[in-house]
């Protein structure tokens, strides 16, 4: 779940891969989620990608996905 809120982070709010200026700088704290859920910390990293994809106006995929 978490590295599918990351994925979705990446393909539909911020991703480094894309050309300027779609790409935003990145921001501290969502990269440090992105980190948690990749070193295993889901309980660092879930709440703050849930809440930038909810201000971004996404649905949240279903919990017992991923």
């Known amino acids: 779940y978490c590295d ?5 982070y990446r393909t539909y709010v911020n991703n480094p ?9 990145r921001i501290a704290a969502h990269e440090s989620a ?7 910390n889901t309980a660092a990293g879930i709440p703050v990608l849930e809440q930038i994809l909810r201000d971004n106006k996404f ?8």
């Open 4 to 8: 599918k809120l990351g994925g979705r």
């Open 17 to 25: 891969e894309e050309p300027k200026p779609a790409f935003k700088p």
């Open 34 to 40: 992105i980190a948690d859920c990749k070193a295993g």
């Open 59 to 66: 649905t949240l995929p279903p919990r017992g996905e991923g």
